[in-house]
């Protein structure tokens, strides 16, 4: 890197990029009260059954999944900042519904198009981003933004917290329109932005439907994207794994589990920003997968063996698995940002995101059943497999990304790969 490239990495972000940082706190803080009620505000407030709700939420991630990528060639067409306000405007007006449903099916309905627009805002920001500040500092952006969105789902995870105490309809109703009104907010900073990203990157005119889909003909992006999927499995390893693992073993105590969460989020909100240094091309980014995996192979080693030792040091060893967890969940964020902003051309970069996303979301499927499957299942066996697999994902995905950072060959290819090659930036 030139001295003058680490220079505008290092230096200040834009005026657009810290509103974008304030909207995604914002937004997160609304969502971190929202999420700890949710469950209670559709049982006790809604009256629906725990099966209705598991359906609902089930139908609600199958929706979304399947939206992603026809938003992303619409937010191609009109930008993303005018697709992430009307995704958040959307979300507030779908909450201030909710008090309202009286029903399984209007439920279903509502709780599927919020599924949609929620989904959808994770690329929108992240594709707002890339025009917010230049490429030097799209990941280190994109780390300040998961720093401040973990930091404000505690907080509004410990608000919320508070406020089920007393156990009333009013306090849930509240937190609702609390986080409907987080929206509002957001949307408003939002619309005051002014980037690149509010003109069309062809002048306006519409790319050729081949053009706009050519990311399912991309087979190595497609191939990264599979990859950075599995390396992502360190969420379901906290969220799933550790709590299961720590139910089944009756010697640790359940209190290790709000632990684990707590480390985990501390040590992102600290040090993600940080791991985000020197990250910034393809290669950079399978580098940091390849980091990621043996991180959380490491994680699943010291997991397997608690099962085997006295309390304190079943506890002891939890709890440092999660410190290498959660600095596996920051390489691999980092490294998934540098891949997908790398390699996504710059008239098809949303539609790019959205179908890297699509990774993610998959993820929240096939997760659990692999926690399921090797964990629940096989135990300390299971952890063995489980890091064997997101190692060789990692070393693979550096593999593949030292491979994309070498000049293309030329082809005759209809739809080329990126303007420029393949180490051209998407923007």
């Known amino acids: 890197m030139t001295q003058a490239a680490e220079r505008a990495r290092r230096g200040p972000l834009s005026g657009a990029a810290a509103a974008l940082l304030v909207a995604v706190f914002i937004d997160a803080l609304g969502s971190g009260l929202y999420m700890s009620v949710s469950v209670v505000f559709f049982t006790r407030y809604l009256h629906l059954s725990g099966g209705e709700v598991g359906t609902g939420l089930s139908v609600a991630g199958a929706v979304s999944f399947v939206s992603l990528v026809p938003i992303g060639v619409l937010a191609d067409r009109v930008g993303p900042r005018r697709m992430l306000i009307g995704a958040h405007l959307v979300r507030a007006a779908l909450l201030t519904c909710y008090p309202f449903v009286s029903g399984f099916a209007p439920f279903l309905l509502v709780v599927s198009l919020l599924a949609v627009a929620d989904r959808a805002a994770s690329p929108l920001v992240q594709g ?41 309809d009013g306090v849930y109703v509240g937190i609702v329109y609390a986080n409907s009104l987080s929206f509002v907010l957001a949307a408003a900073l939002v619309a005051r932005l002014r980037t690149t990203a509010d003109t069309a990157p062809d002048g306006g005119r519409p790319l050729p439907w081949k053009q706009r889909i050519s990311v399912f003909r991309d087979r190595r992006f497609a191939l990264l994207t599979g990859l950075n999927s599995v390396v992502s499995l360190h969420v379901t390893v906290l969220t799933a794994g550790v709590p299961l693992w720590v139910l089944a073993h009756d010697r640790m105590p359940r209190a290790a589990i709000a632990w684990t969460l707590v480390l985990n989020t501390v040590v992102v909100v600290l040090c993600q920003v940080r791991a985000t240094r020197g990250i910034e091309t393809a290669e950079d980014g399978g580098r940091a997968l390849r980091r990621s995996g043996l991180l959380l192979a490491v994680c699943c080693c010291g997991l397997a063996v608690t099962g085997a030792v006295p309390t304190g040091a079943a506890v002891a060893l939890l709890l440092g698995a999660v410190a290498f967890q959660a600095f596996a969940e920051m390489y691999q964020q980092a490294g998934a940002w540098a891949i997908s902003y790398d390699l996504a051309p710059e008239d098809r970069r949303q539609v790019y995101l959205a179908f890297f996303s699509l990774g993610n979301a998959a993820r929240n499927t096939y997760g659990p059943l692999v926690i399921a499957f090797l964990v629940v299942q096989r135990g300390a066996v299971g952890w063995l497999l489980l890091g064997a697999l997101v190692l060789g994902a990692g070393a693979w995905a550096a593999r593949f990304g030292q491979s994309l950072a070498a000049p293309a060959p030329l082809s005759s290819s209809p739809v080329p790969h990126v303007p420029g090659g393949i180490r051209g930036h998407r923007s």
């Open 128 to 168: 707002l981003f890339g025009t917010a500040v230049g490429k030097e500092q799209r990941v280190r952006a994109m780390g300040r933004a998961r720093s401040l969105q973990n930091l404000g789902l505690a907080l509004g995870g410990l608000v919320a917290g508070a406020a089920l105490v007393p156990d009333s």
